[in-house]
């Protein structure tokens, strides 16, 4: 279980608007972008949220990978984006292609300011505390 | 978009086998504890993996909320398990519902041992400089 998680809250995004709003396309390419990146999508599901009196609501696409996950939520009133790309190394170490995808997804969305993190997952050797 | 991230990676559960092989009882007792939370399930996904010559392999659930998601990846090979509660509090501050459903995760899988973290999501204030 030992993995790799990165984070990105993504600001000003300067991408076309279709992709802070549109599920379908926005979960197609996302799966591309996995495929891409050589991470392997088992599955994905896409959630929209209704329009308000602000204009568009957001969208949740999320993909399962035979590594982990991939979630990207959508903000189109404030421009923002926020991405999770974890992946676990069971098997091979896939930390390489979870950073290219954050790069590709990087680029789709152009943000003019990003707050980005990295977590190692499952590092310790048990007997630890319990948190 | 400001929000709280709270991750667990989990060692040793000692619960019924069941909750680490059966993607759609894991994907329905999901929701049931996000709605119990009082947090808002808008859609679900399982996936489980082909079992191996080492026995039962994971599964994953993944529970897309009006506040952002919950991820549940699991490794009954290792006793093993990752958990995402992920909130934004656009409307209203969620913080407390994602302690609690993340309380109720950790007693549903009894690990041994757990490695827990939190994030704070889209705390920046533009201007800030690109990673």
């Known amino acids: 279980m030992q993995g790799l998680h990165l984070t ?3 600001y000003d995004c300067r991408c076309a ?3 802070l709003i549109e599920p379908d396309l ?3 390419h996302c799966v591309q972008m996995v495929q891409t990146a050589g991470l392997q999508a088992v599955a994905h599901l896409v959630h929209a949220f209704p329009a308000t009196a602000n204009g568009h609501s957001g969208v949740t696409a999320t993909v399962l990978l035979a ?3 991939l979630c990207v939520h959508t903000w189109p009133e404030q421009r923002a984006v926020t991405l999770d790309v974890y992946v676990c190394n069971f098997g ?3 930390s390489a292609k979870a950073e290219a ?3 590709v997804l990087l680029a789709l969305f152009e943000p003019l300011h990003v707050e980005r993190n990295r977590m190692r997952r499952g590092q310790v050797t048990p007997p630890c505390a319990p948190a």
């Open 92 to 94: 091979a170490d896939h």
């Open 17 to 19: 608007l279709q992709w």
């Open 26 to 28: 926005l979960g197609r």
């Open 101 to 103: 995808l954050m790069l």
């Open 67 to 69: 590594e982990s996950h």
């Open 8 to 10: 990105a809250d993504l």
